[in-house]
């Protein structure tokens, strides 16, 4: 088995260009009703690690530190937040096709009008333990 | 007939107990809670099997100090071995297993302990669970839990406090801390009981089940009867808190049909029982409060004036800015939603940026028919709130008025 990581950001995509504070109360509902369900798929297949929802770029906030002195903190509003983490899922599935077909799923979790987002998943394997013959 | 959750209760409610034994006996709270930890994980895996022994706070005594002996026996090794018969010295006298459970929660609510550590600690301690239910009820690594309980362990061992009551003020101050975190441990259960989290729901039942402990330990003491009251007027409303969904039901909505009516009356009963011995504290207040919610039909035959004046004491109790805005609520539900409005005005210096204070001001708006205003604060607050739940209730709240109104749809 191996781990991914399927991260997904902010950014418009190609079936949905409006944030979801601005979308209909059903097509909200319809869109949270599919991520439980394919969580909940996910952990009837024993292939869900966790998935988690990050609170909103509001809340970010960038951290640098030079170690002396004092770190520095900076806050939002971020010019480039759409490229901020809104969530992910930590996947443990047999292949890399499996994760694939998971991020797919995903991607084409439904919009305003039903109509599929397309958000891109970005899809990173998890570093393992070496194979044992090397 | 055993069943495991009866073996699980009964050695839930002996984990004190005989803590308290082994550490008068060995004098060494870390490694007697180890021992004792070891023991209810035995009796976890033979009771079930075997049977319920005859004198199961007698048996895990005697397993206790065999694995205390065995370890002094082990570190001892070089020097000399221990007589087997000292193993199978009887138990000593019944000491009250009431003081020890009770010095036992002032010790794992030490001042010198994070509010984490001393949740944590507690809950093995005193309430008997395992390092790895404790850790999945708080969705970390056993591993880490193991270490923070570690941790605090050394900590109380380095402020040398002594497996005593303690004297005077101190015992006052370090009651409030065992109370404070038995309510932290509640709601830590209770705010999280909604949908996918439904195991942490655990944790609220491990406070209640802890609070009815200390207050077997002090009937007298009314702030601990207003805390148990508290825990059980808020949780006998968690059936209607969550929608088939896992959405969260706000208090307006919820079917109260659905509430605990034996928790409610249990509630009702401690409070009143309480009140009628002298000195008022926040937890009483707020187990009115509570009260007096639990005790309405609905929204509309609720005694907001009363509410409004209890939040009013309870603020001038504690001056929780977090309290204001609920005063705020009940002034608005009392007197009508300009009143709520004002309340809020003073409160954007102590709460900038909280989420609550926009969902609360939404709320008003939305009351106030204003619901463009309300939509914009919703907005603001789903963008703030950490609890996906929230986030979820507060973003369809927006999506719910902006349909009724003529704002376009996309504005940005």
Redo the contacts between chains.
């Keep these: 088995m191996t781990k991914f990581m399927l991260l997904q950001n902010y950014e418009a995509s190609a079936g949905c260009d ?1 944030p ?6 059903e097509d ?2 319809s869109h ?2 599919f991520q ?1 369900a394919l ?1 909940a798929e996910l952990a009837a297949n024993a292939e869900l690690v966790d998935a988690q ?1 990050l ?2 770029p ?2 970010a906030k960038f951290v640098t530190f030079d170690g002396a002195g004092a770190p520095v903190v900076t806050d939002g509003p971020f010019p480039e937040s759409k490229e901020l983490l809104a969530g992910y899922r930590m996947i443990d599935v047999e292949s890399e096709d499996r994760a694939i077909e998971i991020a797919a799923q995903a991607s084409a979790a439904p919009g305003p009008g039903g109509i599929p987002i397309q958000q891109p998943i970005e899809v990173r394997q998890v570093m393992g333990a070496p194979s044992s013959d090397l | 007939m055993t069943t495991g959750a009866g073996t699980e209760d009964l050695l839930r409610d002996l984990a004190p107990q005989v803590l308290g034994v082994v550490i008068r006996r060995f004098g060494d709270f870390d490694s007697a809670e180890d021992a004792v930890q070891e023991a209810l994980l035995a009796a976890a895996v033979h009771w079930p099997a075997e049977g319920i022994p005859a004198n199961p706070r007698g048996w895990l005594i005697q397993a206790a100090v065999r694995r205390m002996t065995d370890q002094l026996r082990s570190e001892r090794a070089r020097r000399r071995r221990e007589d087997a018969a000292a193993m199978a010295e009887p138990p000593p006298a019944d000491v009250t297993g009431r003081d020890d459970t009770l010095i036992l929660l002032f010790m794992c609510c030490h001042p010198a302990l994070t509010p984490a550590s001393a949740i944590a600690l507690t809950l093995r301690a005193v309430g008997g669970l395992t390092t790895a239910e404790i850790a999945n009820a708080f969705l970390v690594p056993e591993s880490t839990m193991a270490q923070r309980i570690s941790r605090a362990k050394q900590r109380i061992k380095a402020s040398g406090v002594p497996f005593l009551m303690p004297a005077g003020t101190e015992w006052a101050q370090r009651l409030r801390s065992v109370m404070h975190v038995l309510y932290l441990i509640f709601n830590e259960g209770y705010a999280s009981s909604i ?2 989290d439904l195991h942490r729901t655990e944790l609220s039942s491990e406070a209640i089940r802890l609070a009815r402990m200390l207050r077997g330990a002090l009937p007298d003491d009314g702030e601990v009867a207003g805390l148990l009251a508290l825990m059980l007027l808020t949780d006998a409303r968690r059936p209607a808190r969550t929608g088939p ?2 959405e969260l039901i706000p208090l307006a909505e919820q079917d109260r049909t659905l509430w605990n009516r034996a928790l409610i009356a249990e509630g009702m009963t401690l409070v009143t029982e309480a009140l009628a011995n002298g000195v008022v504290g926040e937890y009483q207040v707020q187990a009115l409060i509570a009260a007096a919610h639990d005790g309405a039909e609905s929204v509309e035959d609720t005694d907001w004036p009363q509410i409004l004046a209890l939040y009013g004491l309870l603020e001038r109790m504690t001056g929780n800015p977090m309290v204001a805005l609920n005063r705020a609520i009940a002034a608005a539900m009392a007197h009508g939603p300009a009143a709520g409005l004002k309340l809020l005005e003073p409160l954007d210096g102590p709460l900038a940026g909280h989420y609550r204070l926009d969902a609360v001001r939404a709320h008003l708006f939305e009351i106030a028919g204003d619901p463009q205003a309300a939509v914009t604060h919703y ?1 603001a607050a ?5 609890s ?1 739940p929230e ?2 209730y507060l ?2 709240q ?3 008025l902006r ?1 009724g109104t003529a704002e376009p ?3 940005g």
């Design positions: 409006v979801m504070t601005e979308w209909a109360l909200i509902k949270i009703a439980e969580n929802g609170a909103g509001e809340l | 949908g996918a969904g896992g907005r789903a963008a703030r709130t950490t996906t986030r979820r973003t369809t927006a999506a719910r349909a749809g996309a504005d």
